[in-house]
């Protein structure tokens, strides 16, 4: 089912949903279920499963964070299509311009078609860490608005190479990305608005944030999307701190800004596990005003552990 069939069902009750990573290449499956089996007691209606091009892991060298390449992680669309059918629920994919030509973008829809899955998430994907600049790949996307497009044309039978009359048309529900602080690249808040209202013209059904630590920016973004003339659902995304580096990660690396009150209480901890309980509490008072606001989804990146994110869900749902 759609995520937003699953919204207009909950009828102002706000859903639960998170993010998962695909386990790193060599490992297996059984490691993902047993991070996912704790959270399905709180009925998500649907998980998003990312993609990446390649695995960038930050190494500290001069008192600066410095993004290494090691390995992708493969098996997004196989891994939605086994929690789908495993645990009777909705997956969505994150399918990206970077890497990937129009053709392999059609052949991944296709598959996602085949394989029952109704919603995608449509999504740029960064600069690689050897370029300065985003590039398409040859034959690429160049912007989300343009992979919106394509999905868009593929719900209605318009292939790349052909029109079918399908005896099953395609009809995915797409997510798209949007920055309640700005996109990192974006010369403003108001500019990064009108490029999500025009992916929200080429055919994106609902959004999903990047991660905001003050609820205030969350609200402003929204207000401000509304303006523009955005009236799609607009899903916050919500990442609870875990460890004191998140407090220099974060910034650099999601442009995100981190509220006083976090940095101190976060400073003030003994040791990590300390770190995380600070995290769970600033993300359950986070997520209690935004319910209390009637958002549809409370949608959480576990970043592939899920004990601070059930901690959280007990809270709450
Ligand atoms: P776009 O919407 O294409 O925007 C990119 C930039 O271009 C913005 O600054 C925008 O303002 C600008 N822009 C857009 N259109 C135009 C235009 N026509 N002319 C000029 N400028 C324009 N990354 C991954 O690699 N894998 C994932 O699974 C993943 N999941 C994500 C999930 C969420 C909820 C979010 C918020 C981000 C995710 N990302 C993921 C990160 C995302 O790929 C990056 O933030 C990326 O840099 C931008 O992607 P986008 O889809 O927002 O791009």
């Known amino acids: 089912m759609k995520v937003t069939e699953h919204i207009k069902q909950a009828k102002g009750k706000t859903l639960f949903s998170f993010e998962i990573i695909p386990p790193q290449k060599g490992s297996n499956i059984k490691e993902l279920y047993n991070n996912i089996d704790p959270l399905m007691e709180f009925k998500p209606p649907f998980i998003d499963v990312t993609t990446s091009r390649e695995q960038h892991v930050y190494i500290e060298k001069d008192g600066l964070l410095d993004r290494k ?11 939605c299509a086994s929690l789908k059918y495993k ?19 059609e052949y991944l829809l296709v598959d996602c078609h085949y394989l029952g899955i109704d919603n995608v998430m449509a999504l740029r994907g960064d600069a690689m860490s050897h370029q300065k600049y985003f590039e398409p790949s040859k034959g690429g996307h160049q912007y989300a608005s343009e992979l919106v497009e394509q999905i868009q044309n593929l719900n209605k039978g318009k292939y790349l190479h052909d029109v079918i009359e399908a005896s099953d048309k395609a009809d995915f529900c797409i997510g798209v990305a949007g920055y309640p602080e700005k996109h990192i690249e974006a010369p403003s808040l108001q500019s990064d608005l009108k490029r999500l209202k025009h992916k929200v013209d080429c055919g994106a059904d609902y959004v999903v944030t990047q991660m905001f630590f003050d609820n205030k920016k969350y609200f402003e973004f929204v ?63 986070q997520s209690k005003e935004l319910q209390n606001a009637g958002v549809p989804v409370l949608h959480y990146y576990s970043m592939g552990k899920s004990d601070n994110i059930k901690a959280i869900a007990e809270r709450l749902f």
């Open 69 to 79: 390449i090691t390995r992708m992680r493969p098996g997004t669309v196989g891994i």
């Open 87 to 105: 645990y009777n629920v909705d997956t969505v994919p994150h399918v990206l311009c970077g890497g990937f030509s129009r053709e392999e973008t």
């Open 223 to 285: 207000e401000a999307a509304k303006q523009a003339g955005i009236t799609v659902p607009i899903i916050p995304g919500i990442k609870p701190i875990a460890t004191k580096k998140h407090l220099q990660l974060l910034p650099q690396v999601f442009k995100i800004d981190l509220p006083e009150d976090l940095i101190d209480a976060v400073e003030d901890c003994k040791d990590n596990k300390a770190v995380r309980q600070v995290g769970v509490e600033w993300a359950i008072n």
